[in-house]
């Protein structure tokens, strides 16, 4: 399975949208991919890299996987506030995640650092 980098941003917004101290689960995310354990597998990829606080469980593939997201840390903050704007976002796939072939979310976040820092025209 590749990482797919919409998925994860999907995801985080879906997580950033949820009311404070209200779980987002399995269920509430269904509609941001079709296969369950591709689903718990990028939830459990953000939860790695400390985006989101919460577990993923998988029992095998006769039985849906847990997720439970409890809330969008810290870091997670500074990935939704630099990747939120569309036009962002596109110019960051474009230049790291399809011209590069191979990225890591830390590229992808300086990255977009930059283009915010231009789009302010900050040095």
């Known amino acids: 399975m590749k990482r797919?980098?919409?998925l994860l941003r999907n995801i985080m917004l879906a997580a950033e949208a949820q009311p404070a101290g209200k779980p987002l689960f399995a269920s509430d995310l269904a509609g941001l991919c079709n296969v369950p354990y591709e689903l718990a597998d990028h939830v459990q990829q953000l939860?790695?890299?400390r985006y989101l606080s919460g577990t993923t469980i998988c029992h095998g593939r006769e039985v849906p996987p847990n997720i439970?997201?409890?809330r969008v840390t810290a870091a997670g903050h500074d990935f939704l506030s630099a990747m939120r704007d569309d036009s962002i976002?596109?110019?960051v796939k474009a230049k790291v995640m399809t011209a590069a072939?191979?990225?890591?979310?830390a590229l992808a976040m300086e990255?977009?650092?930059?283009?915010i820092k231009e789009?302010?025209?900050?040095?």
């Open 4 to 6: 797919d980098p919409d």
């Open 47 to 49: 939860i790695e890299a």
């Open 68 to 70: 439970v997201i409890n």
């Open 89 to 91: 976002w596109k110019k």
């Open 101 to 105: 072939g191979s990225w890591t979310m």
């Open 111 to 115: 990255c977009a650092k930059l283009l």
């Open 119 to 123: 789009r302010l025209r900050l040095p």
